[in-house]
């Protein structure tokens, strides 16, 4: 007998049986690591649906959740671009379906999986990886997503590597100020703050309604970071939305660094307003930028 669900219907017991059996084999490889995880909600289900499998009745427990969620934890070992460091890793989510729809094939619905947003990697590069999923089994696709990752990462360090040697610690040291009308999404973020120091530069970004950047390096080095974000790291964006320009530019002749880094101050400098939050706060920005001895460059930006 079979239970219906909508439009979706529990998988038979054998075939429930051949989805856990999966889940089972995932957790003996990657559980001794601590590499796989699953919820509260998720580890229950599983249980229930084993007494189920391994019990006489026909009809299956009641449930509502359409799958079993699993978060993957993938170190990159073979990383040899990033050897000595700390290896690189990535979070592969996992759902496991415990429904199908008609009709039904020899073999249960294949687990999907979907590579999230490492800090390390440009959102192009991550929705590649995703399209680029085999139709596979799982295992496959877990070794498919960790070459793919392997290769990124090292074009990654090339590219940091290229930026390194184009850019000149010797020339001349500028700050640039860029306004963004809007800038939220978390991917455009990170990039702008993970991959600035690999072109020599320091300075911050505050994100929001407006969003300000702050760069501080050598002109030429700004201008190939600012156009590898635009053209690669943004690639995949329509052009409304990379919306940027630049309103200042410091230029004396014994300007010194007013940072250490690159960092992010969206959520440490001032309070967040608007009904999404999502509106900066000038006069907080302000106050921040004067305790650095950069009043003058607020005015500049935005009056």
């Not at 429930?16 to 957790?27: E, H, R, S, T, Y």
């Not at 990033?82 to 290896?87: K, L």
């Not at 990170?190 to 970004?205: E, K, M």
């Not at 505050?206 to 300000?212: L, Q, T, Y």
Request: charged share 25%; net charge negative.
């Amino acid at each position: 007998m079979v239970a219906e669900h909508g439009v979706q219907n529990v998988l038979p017991k054998e075939m429930m049986a051949m989805q856990l059996g999966q889940i089972d084999l995932l957790m003996a490889m990657y559980a001794p690591d601590d590499a796989i995880s699953m919820g509260h909600s998720s580890m229950d289900l599983v249980e229930t649906l084993r007494s189920w499998c391994d019990g006489v009745e026909d009809d299956p427990p009641a449930f509502a959740d359409p799958g079993i969620s699993i978060l993957l934890t993938l170190t990159l070992s073979d990383d040899e671009a990033h050897e000595g460091a700390n290896p690189r890793s990535l979070q592969l989510s996992l759902a496991v379906p415990l429904m199908y729809q008609e009709p039904l094939g020899m073999d249960p619905p294949p687990i999907r999986a979907r590579l999230q947003q490492p800090q390390w990697m440009t959102k192009a590069q991550v929705a590649q990886i995703n399209t680029d999923l085999p139709d596979e089994d799982i295992l496959t696709t877990i070794e498919h997503v960790k070459e793919a990752a392997v290769e990124q990462a090292a074009q990654a360090n090339s590219v940091s590597s290229e930026a390194q040697s184009l850019f000149d610690p010797q020339a001349p040291l500028v700050r640039a100020w860029f306004y963004f009308p809007s800038i939220s999404t978390r991917a455009k973020r990170d990039d702008l703050v993970n991959f600035a120091p690999t072109y020599g530069l320091t300075g911050f970004l505050m994100a929001g309604k407006p969003g300000i950047l702050c760069l501080e390096g050598g002109s030429t080095a700004i201008g190939d970071f600012m156009k590898f974000i635009k053209t690669d790291s943004w690639g995949d964006i329509p052009s409304q939305h990379k919306k940027v320009s630049e309103r200042y530019r410091q230029t004396e002749k014994n300007l010194v660094r007013a940072f250490n880094g690159m960092e992010e101050i969206t959520e440490t400098v001032g309070e967040r307003r608007g009904e999404r939050a999502n509106r900066s706060d000038m006069k907080a920005l302000e106050t921040w930028l004067v305790d650095r001895g950069l009043g003058d460059a607020f005015s500049n930006v935005f009056m």
